[in-house]
């Protein structure tokens, strides 16, 4: 098998009594009890063989810098995961540490959305002793709505997906963690959901610096003019969701609870700076 020369996607390697297992999520390692060995380096070759590890380094890999996608860290990998030595729960602790940090709130309930979000929103609970709260009621058997294909689809995944509890959001100030805003679709039918039952203030805290830019790296993200981040401003978004308040964490402080270098990071979708040259006029597809 063979990481990438940037690292951005993970891969590591494992044993079980005499098999050698490779996965990109250790947590493939822990089901099946087997001993996590290492990470695979970036534009390394791995060959198992005679119960050995071969490994062989790309010629190139000296001279690509390595880029591991931050959206690992802050959504795609399970929270039970270790990618690069980081174990991903304890980032997303870190950047619920942060957002308290930076943007401290008054109010009776502190909530994730989505799964993704839950150590993020334990952690500024902890911090600021605001109870950590489930308002809402997950239908665990829907996928993860932002790459649905079309517009139409996504609105009623968001409905199939979420049911308020009525009885612990009613009259009450409530804070919403979310590690991300794509879209904003699905953050726009949530708000909707809970002015409908009669919350008194939402406030929406983003658990990393606005999506302003497409990913060419194989996440199926959105074309630059879905990203609702690119045409408006924080402001303009709190105001286009009906929120009391909304605030993205700051690059510095994401960079900070993941652990690595900006420079040893993909911040592509975040900065519009990509690790690679990308061509001109490419378009990302959405999955028909
Ligand atoms: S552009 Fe964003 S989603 Fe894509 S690899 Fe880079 S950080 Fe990850």
Redesign the pocket.
Not at 266 to 269: N, S
């Given at each position: 098998m063979f990481r990438d020369l940037a690292g951005?996607k993970p891969l590591a390697i494992a044993k079980n009594n005499d098999l050698f297992i490779a996965a990109s999520e250790t947590v493939a390692f822990d089901v099946i009890g087997a001993k996590l060995i290492r990470d695979v380096v970036p534009g390394e070759i791995i060959h198992f063989k005679d119960n050995k590890i071969n490994s062989y380094m790309i010629d190139v890999a000296n001279s690509t810098k390595n880029a591991h996608?931050?959206?690992e860290y802050v959504y795609f990998a399970r929270p039970d995961s270790i990618i690069d030595n980081r174990k991903v729960y304890q980032v997303r602790l870190n950047i619920g540490k942060s957002l308290f940090k930076e943007f401290p709130i008054d109010a009776d309930i502190i909530m994730p959305i989505p799964d993704s979000s839950i150590p993020a929103a334990i952690a500024y609970s902890r911090a600021s002793g605001i109870p950590y709260g489930e308002g809402l009621i997950k239908n665990r058997y829907v996928g993860r709505t932002f790459i649905m294909p079309t517009q139409e689809k996504r609105e009623l995944a968001v409905k199939l997906k979420i049911n308020p509890l009525v009885s612990e959001l009613k009259d009450k100030k409530v804070v919403i963690i979310d590690d991300s805003i794509v879209r904003g679709t699905t953050s726009k039918n949530l708000i909707s959901l809970l002015r409908d039952i009669g919350v008194k203030k939402i406030h929406l805290l983003i658990g990393c610096p606005p999506v302003i830019a497409p990913?060419?790296?194989g996440?199926t993200?959105a074309n630059k003019e879905d990203l609702i981040a690119v045409d408006h401003s924080a402001k303009q978004v709190k105001t286009k969701l009906e929120l009391d308040s909304l605030a993205y964490l700051s690059l510095d402080s994401l960079v900070e609870a993941i652990g690595i270098s900006a420079e040893d990071l993909?911040?592509?979708?975040l900065t519009e700076e990509?690790p690679t040259e990308i061509p001109t006029n490419l378009k990302i597809k959405n999955i028909k």
């Open positions: 951005m996608c931050m959206f990913c060419y790296y996440v993200m993909c911040l592509g979708c990509y």
